[in-house]
């Protein structure tokens, strides 16, 4: 069966906190809710055995992972595409969007209490304020805050933030994990792409 090879993360050293499953995300609307999703965690396998082998650093580094975004359903895609209408912001298409595959997520450590550390930015924090303002026409702040969001962003007072973010870079890539340059908290499965895995609508399955 098909939902054999995706398998939903719960284990104590990772933390779902997915955040289209709550109204306080760049959209302002709890979509997974919506859509039946929920708060769930789900990868592909192929995926799952990759990060389950950061197990032992996180337990030598006293660390837990939060899980912020993994699967994405594509007709959650498709309602995050029409409340942002920005091009190149979300994939064109859910074909071309990994979580909707289920081989990427979005990440970020925490302390052993589930404190998340300092990042230069919040994971995909482009909260309702940003959201409205990027609706309204003026981009500045946004602008501002895709800057912060990438891999090449340095900035003299926040070396711990991108210490932080360099770590974690770093953990992800010992297991074979891809990163991507604009979003520091994002990670692939390498050929983790449409050619080798499907579109799946998994709502029901877990
Ligand atoms: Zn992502």
Redesign the pocket.
């Given at each position: 069966m098909l939902e054999n090879e995706y398998i939903e993360i719960k284990h104590e050293r990772f933390i779902v906190d997915m955040m289209y499953a709550r109204a306080n995300n760049m959209l302002g609307q709890a979509i997974y809710q919506e859509i039946g999703w929920g708060n769930k965690a789900v990868v592909h396998k192929d995926l799952w055995q990759k990060l389950e082998n950061l197990v032992p650093e996180l337990v030598k580094n006293k660390m837990k992972m939060k899980i912020c975004?993994a699967y994405r359903p594509k007709i959650a895609h498709e309602m995050m595409k029409k409340l942002i209408p920005m091009k190149g912001f979300f994939a064109d298409n859910a074909e071309r969007s990994q979580?909707c595959l289920g081989t990427?997520v979005?990440v970020c450590l925490c302390d052993e209490y589930g404190q998340e550390l300092s990042y230069p930015t919040k994971v995909d924090a482009y909260d309702a304020v940003l959201s409205k303002q990027v609706l309204s026409g003026n981009i500045g702040a946004f602008t501002e805050h895709l800057k912060k969001a990438r891999h090449d962003y340095f900035a003299e007072g926040l070396k711990k933030e991108i210490e932080n973010r360099e770590f974690l870079k770093n953990l992800m890539e010992s297991v074979g994990l891809e990163s991507i340059q604009h979003?520091w908290?994002?990670y692939n499965l390498p050929n983790g792409k449409i050619d080798n895995y499907p579109i799946v609508d998994l709502r029901g399955k877990f």
């Open positions: 975004d979580h990427a979005d979003e908290w994002h």
